[in-house]
């Protein structure tokens, strides 16, 4: 996936804006800019009351962290084979669940210790990961939702997500919220709200001036990637690929007139 982002960004097959129309457009506000690892190539965030994890990238530099939501200071880290490059996460009970790209294998961890439990493997590429209760949610870059067995990675299902009626592919980084996903889409600066029953985008969020100079300016790959949601507060912690700040952000509810279009 990573490869191909500068034929993306030169071809600009971000989210085209008409295709937003039928998508509620929501607004967001600051609430606090956090220190962030600019080394760390995010791949997936999960917050677990004060404790947040983080699955980082890139083959020979993966990893799976605990870090401090505050300060940004990394408290504990795993190394993953070299020959690995980590990707989405969730946490299922006391358990880290950890994609890998190409491997077609997930690793399962104690978050307690980070002891690795075990493996499993599934088809396809790993893009991100999400826990809703019941069933992990994943992505791999197309326009398709798979729903799994959140203990041995089983396929259970599919869905194919659009927007506005149109497919909607480069889904990474996943997030759970009370029966909805929240998905980065990839090489853009816009997060979706997707319904896992019928795959269709209700929201879209355009985060496009949330950090300046934008982390991508200095390196192509340094895209916006990562939601972390915080039940306590109802905000979302967003970071990227190599962004220097973890940014805590609110959504506002939306003007039933506006509309993307």
């Not at 190394?79 to 006391?94: K, M, N, Q």
């Not at 355009?206 to 300046?212: C, F, K, R, V």
Request: aromatic residues 6%; contains cysteine; charged residues 25%.
């Amino acid at each position: 996936m990573h490869r191909l982002a500068v034929a993306i960004a030169a071809l600009g097959l971000l989210i085209p804006s008409a295709s937003l129309s039928a998508a509620d457009r929501l607004e967001w506000e600051v609430v606090a800019r956090r220190p962030h690892d600019s080394a760390a190539f995010t791949q997936g965030l999960v917050l677990d009351g004060e404790q947040l994890y983080e699955s980082t990238g890139l083959r020979g530099r993966s990893s799976l962290r605990e870090v401090d939501p505050r300060s940004g200071r990394v408290l504990r880290i795993e190394a993953l084979p070299d020959r690995l490059f980590g990707e989405g996460l969730a946490l299922v009970g006391d358990e880290l669940v950890q994609l890998t790209w190409q491997a077609g294998l997930a690793r399962r961890y104690d978050v307690e210790t980070f002891e690795l439990l075990g493996t499993h493997a599934y088809e396809g590429e790993g893009w991100g990961l999400c826990y809703d209760g019941e069933r992990l949610v994943m992505s791999d870059g197309s326009d398709r939702l798979s729903f799994r067995d959140p203990h041995d990675l089983r396929l259970q299902g599919t869905v194919a997500v659009t927007l506005d009626g149109s497919p909607l592919d480069q889904l990474n980084e996943l997030e759970c919220v009370d029966g909805e996903v929240w998905a980065n889409v990839w090489f853009s600066d816009s997060i979706v709200r997707i319904d896992p029953d019928d795959g269709r985008v209700s929201a879209v969020v355009d985060l496009a001036g949330l950090i300046e100079p934008h982390p991508s300016e200095a390196s192509a790959g340094a895209v916006l990637n990562g939601i972390a949601y915080d039940a306590v507060s109802d905000t979302f912690l967003v970071t990227g690929k190599r962004w220097p700040e973890l940014i805590e952000i609110r959504l506002l509810e939306p003007d039933a007139a506006a509309r993307w279009g």
